[in-house]
Nanobody, 124 residues
Framework: QVQLVESGGGLVQAGGSLRLSCAASGRTFSSYAMGWFRQAPGKEREFVAFISWNGVNTHYADPVKGRFTISRDNAKNTVYLQMNSLKPEDTAVYYC?????????????????WGQGTQVTVSS
């Protein structure tokens, strides 16, 4: 069983930055592919970014390219999402997800494990 706990959300003004963290349990975190997703009120959960088990491969949704950076520290069992130049449309609950088979996906349905989410609110 994998447990994921997100942190780092909050209220920030447009143009500001936040760094989200997702701490994972389990001794095999280094073999997991990890993803970040977000869900705004009244909208479906959408892909934000993913990172391969070794951190070599990353991929971003178009709305966040050039502003967000996903990274991981396997020694700390943690994946990060650095968010810069935040916009009001980035307001959402942000979730991290894990694929224990090490496969990266844009489809949230392919991830087996999810955190509880952390709220990010960007004011204009």
């Amino acid at each position: 069983q994998v447990q994921l706990v997100e942190s780092g959300g909050g209220l920030v003004q447009a143009g500001g930055s936040l760094r989200l963290s997702c701490a994972a349990s389990g001794r095999t975190f280094s073999s997991y592919a990890m993803g970040w997703f977000r869900q705004a009120p009244g909208k479906e959960r959408e892909f934000v970014a993913f990172i391969s088990w070794n951190g070599v491969n990353t991929h971003y949704a178009d709305p966040v390219k050039g502003r967000f950076t996903i990274s991981r520290d396997n020694a700390k069992n943690t994946v990060y999402l650095q968010m810069n130049s935040l916009k009001p449309e980035d307001t959402a609950v942000y979730y991290c997800a894990a694929d224990a088979w090490g496969n990266t996906h844009r489809d949230p349905g392919q991830y087996e494990y999810w955190g509880q989410g952390t709220q990010v609110t960007v004011s204009s």
